[in-house]
């Protein structure tokens, strides 16, 4: 496995980081742990949370994985792991805390509320990696960013990063950050896989020229890249569970993923995996680490097993023509979570 610097910080990380999101909800604490532990023993040393999970959001959940990935943390070597975690943000209506008022921001008072609760729940003094879940594109970035810094300075948090944010928000925040002279983020973490490809125009540059590492979370397309909505919805999963009792905007998130376009895509990517001789997830992953921005990829599972799927990807090397047979299917099939092939979500 190897290590790569997260931004500009002083922090490295392994290319292949642990997502918690389904801790506390699809997997109970005794499996979380077991996934945790896989994860340690081949040497993962990134592990990634937020104060909203688990997914789906719910205020009886609210903080529940932090709390499963804390009591975890306690038996182990501290300061051998990078621990990340995200405050909310505004949320763009997806999830309104029970803590806060319900009404979360990123301004400083807000800020420090949340970074002192996730420090309780996660038992430790310090967040390796603190990140916005959202970004709040009507507060002044410079605010945010100093709240930020001062938690740097207080030794709480090492290095910043955001999430879902746009080109022109992480430019924006770069911009304020010089010019007001405050912390800047040193990583962006957002959706990227083979049928989401969008992170390879504009915010990939901004990450090459500027530093900024790309943390891609759902490399298997929210789990469709593993081939398993192909035929039926299968039991069990998220987006199963969104189309048939979810509000308006998961049920809107699952017809986004669940496509036919992105079946289809999925079908000759499983056809690629299989000539030469790994999984489709296995292909997934990998490619998802094979980008030169890109620090570490982001991965989930609700078992052992499930992990040890992504994990064959660990020493995968996608040769030049498997790259350009994955080409291939982006220009038949461009981003086929829009219905109008455009890249833009």
Known sequence: MQRRRLGASGIAVTDICMGTMTFGSQCNERTSHDILDRAYSVGIDFYDAAEMYPVPPQAETFGRTEEILGRWLKAKPREQLIIATKITGPGHGWFSPPVRGGRTALDARQIVAAVEASLLRLQTDYIDLYQTHWPDHHMRYEDTLAALGKLIDQGKV????????????LMKSLWAAERHNTARYDSVQNNFSL??????????????????????????GGGVLTGKYNDKLPEGARFTDYLRNGGARQKSMAQRFVNDRSLEATRRFARIAEDIGVSL??????????????????????SVAQLDQSLEAVDLILDPETLERIDEVDVDIPCPLREDGLRRL
């Open 158 to 169: 090492r290095a910043i990063g955001a999430s879902n944010e746009t080109s022109w928000g």
């Open 195 to 220: 049928i989401n490809r969008r992170c390879e125009s504009e915010l990939a540059q901004v990450c090459r020229r500027e530093q900024i590492s790309l943390l891609p979370y759902s490399p298997l």
């Open 281 to 302: 997830v296995a292909l997934a992953v990998a490619w998802s680490r094979q980008h030169d921005f890109v620090a570490s990829t982001i991965i989930g599972a609700t």
